[in-house]
C-alpha cells in the first residue's frame, strides 16, 4: 500500500495539530483550513471511503464530529455555525483516500462557497431518482 498521510499521523510519525483523540478517531486541524479551526475526524483504521466505513467506523467519527462543534461553538474562534463536509471518491473532491469528516466553523462573510448549478427539476423527475436510489439501496 502507498503511503498515508492520516496512517502517518495516527501512527505519530508525521506531525499533526491535535484536537481529539479516542480509541477510534483522532481529530486534528486541517493543514489548509477553510476558516480557522477547520478540522478533520479521522479514523484510526485505514478505510478509504463510504463503503469501507460501517457503523462501527462511522459512529465514533459522528460522535466526535459532534463534539467538536460543540467545542468549537465555544472555543473562541468566531464560529456563528459548523459545516460538515465528507467528499466521498475523486470526483467528489476527495484528495487524501483515508476516510476523513471536515468540521469547519462558519460565519457571515467567511468566503466559504459551495457552488453548483441549482436545479429545479419536476415532481416526476425527483420521484424517477427517488425510485433509482431506493432500489440499489443496500440490504
Ligand atoms: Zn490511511
Do not use: K
Not at 489548509?32 to 478509504?48: D, E, F
Not at 457503523?55 to 467538536?68: E, H
Not at 470526483?91 to 462558519?106: I, S
Not at 431518482?129 to 431506493?134: G, Q, V, Y
Request: with cysteine.
Amino acid at each position: 500500500m502507498e503511503s498515508c498521510v492520516f496512517c502517518e499521523i495516527v501512527a505519530g510519525r508525521a506531525a499533526a495539530s491535535v484536537v481529539h483523540g479516542d480509541d477510534d478517531v483522532l481529530a486534528i486541524l486541517d493543514l489548509h483550513p477553510a476558516t480557522p479551526g477547520h478540522v478533520l475526524v479521522i479514523p484510526r483504521t485505514h478505510v478509504a471511503g463510504l463503503a469501507e466505513a460501517g457503523d462501527a467506523v462511522g459512529g465514533p467519527i459522528w460522535r466526535a464530529a459532534r463534539r467538536v462543534a460543540a467545542a468549537l461553538r465555544a472555543s473562541g474562534l468566531r464560529c456563528e455555525g459548523v459545516q460538515l463536509s465528507l467528499a466521498d471518491g475523486e470526483a467528489a473532491g476527495q484528495e487524501v483516500f483515508h476516510l476523513h469528516l471536515h468540521v469547519m466553523p462558519r460565519f457571515a462573510g467567511d468566503g466559504v462557497v459551495v457552488a453548483a448549478e441549482w436545479r429545479s427539476p419536476s415532481r416526476a423527475r425527483l420521484d424517477q431518482d427517488a425510485a433509482l436510489i431506493r432500489a440499489a439501496l443496500p440490504r
